[in-house]
């Protein structure tokens, strides 16, 4: 069964930084654009970051450009996402998911909870 | 770039049908046919229901289906069941740099 795992969610200050992985098991992401998209609570979805193949080509939300680096290990068949100066309204459940061309997501992880608060 | 724009709620008794719209601009929905739709059960993850406007993965029932027109996408349930009770979200890409939007979701009850 094809499936994505994500960990490194957690709760963080404002200002603070953490770094979210996301596994894949079923399948290897090489030859996979891979993509973070996320959920505040109550919320709807909201496309954070897309990388490609070779982790050469990278995309970003507007309002976290220059404060996440998504990247990704195909060695070690895994995904990251780097958040630096963190806000209240990074809150969020983050999924990683794996992107189909031209711009469909056909495989969701379970999500990881990240909580900006003092 | 702001959200699509889809209805907050729809609703319809089991057997019926429902549609639920997602507007969007000439710079996304109607520039281009790479509109996807997911399904979000409570406290799960998204799921692939819709691709390319009218595709449906294997495995998705052919109760649903898809459309486009100008920069208006539809997402149709037909032989609605209770357990297609959920969020919806439409997607689609904004623009040639690789950017997406999703809309900002609609709530479906099964009566």
């Known amino acids: 069964e094809v499936q994505l795992v994500e960990s490194g969610g957690g709760l963080v200050q404002p200002g603070g930084s953490l770094r979210l992985s996301c596994a894949p098991s079923?399948?290897?992401?090489?030859?996979?654009?891979m993509s973070w998209v996320r959920q505040a609570p109550g919320k709807g979805l909201e496309w954070v970051a897309y990388?490609?193949?070779?982790?050469?080509?990278?995309y970003y939300l507007d309002s976290v450009k220059g404060r996440f680096t998504i990247s990704r290990d195909n060695a070690q068949n895994s995904l990251y996402l780097q958040m630096s100066s963190l806000g209240a309204e990074d809150t969020a459940v983050y999924y990683c998911?794996?992107?189909?061309?031209?711009?469909?997501?056909?495989?969701w992880g379970q999500g990881t909870l990240v909580t900006v608060s003092s | 770039q702001s959200a699509l724009t889809q209805p907050p709620s729809a609703s319809g008794s089991p057997g019926q049908s429902v549609t639920i719209s997602c507007t969007g601009t000439s710079s996304d929905i109607g520039g281009y046919n790479s509109v996807s739709w997911y399904q979000q059960h409570s406290g799960k993850a998204p799921k692939l229901m819709i691709y390319?406007?009218?595709k449906r993965p294997s495995g998705v029932p052919d109760r649903f289906s898809g459309s486009k027109s100008g920069n208006t996408a539809s997402l149709t349930v037909s032989g609605l069941q209770a357990g297609d009770e959920a969020d919806y979200y439409c997607?689609?890409?904004?623009?040639?740099?690789?950017?997406?939007?999703f809309g900002g979701g609609t709530k479906l009850t099964v009566l």
């Open positions: 390319e406007v009218s």
């Open positions: 998911a794996r992107v189909r061309p031209p711009h469909y997501f056909d495989c």
């Open positions: 997607c689609s890409n904004a623009g040639s740099n690789n950017r997406v939007i």
């Open positions: 079923g399948f290897t992401l090489t030859g996979y654009w």
């Open positions: 990388i490609n193949e070779a982790g050469s080509e990278k």
